[in-house]
């Protein structure tokens, strides 16, 4: 026997309340440190966009960001005086620069994967082997049908953990 349309529309809205409350778990962890490193949202999405890509042109930030060029020069300009990124030339076409994250940026990074993962896994060890595996299964199912719809684009961050 299968659902009604009104109870699996009951379900899903259920579900999306409780997807909420769970990512609310890690905003406050996560928004702590934005507020200590005094980061955006789009230099936070900048950093990542160079861990996963290092040396990234200019001009693939502001592509990635969908913001202008002169708005993408901003947030680097931003990140470069804090010593997050850094910029150089293209060694092939010294018409191009290119953006790095910095020892500084990638512990910055890094500090944030660290604090998240402390977390998520305190809050996992306290599941049964049961709920871990049904959790699995979930969210296998859930990236697995946005892939088949290509609902999924690059993931930011490219690292889940980070979230």
């Known amino acids: 026997m299968t659902m009604a349309d009104t109870q699996i529309d009951a ?10 409350r769970a990512a609310g778990i890690f905003d406050p962890n996560r928004l702590e440190v934005w ?5 955006t949202m789009s230099q936070l999405r900048v950093l990542y966009m160079l861990q996963a890509g290092p040396g990234t042109p200019a001009g693939a930030v502001a592509a990635q960001l969908k913001v202008r060029p002169s ?6 300009d931003r990140l470069v005086r804090d010593g997050l990124v850094r ?3 293209d060694d092939m076409d010294r018409r191009r620069v290119r953006i790095w994250l910095t020892e500084r940026g990638m512990r910055v990074i890094n500090e944030l994967r660290a604090r998240n993962r402390a977390v998520i896994w305190r809050i996992f060890r306290n599941l049964t082997e049961q709920e871990l595996i049904d959790i699995d299964r ?10 088949r719809q ?4 690059a993931p930011w961050p490219p690292d889940p953990e980070v979230m």
């Open 150 to 153: 290509g609902v999924l684009a």
């Open 11 to 20: 379900l899903i809205e259920s579900i999306l309340s409780n997807y909420g």
């Open 71 to 76: 708005t993408a020069t901003g947030i680097v």
């Open 138 to 147: 979930t969210f296998t199912l859930l990236t697995s049908e946005a892939e």
């Open 35 to 39: 507020e200590e490193l005094g980061l």
């Open 87 to 89: 910029r150089d030339r």
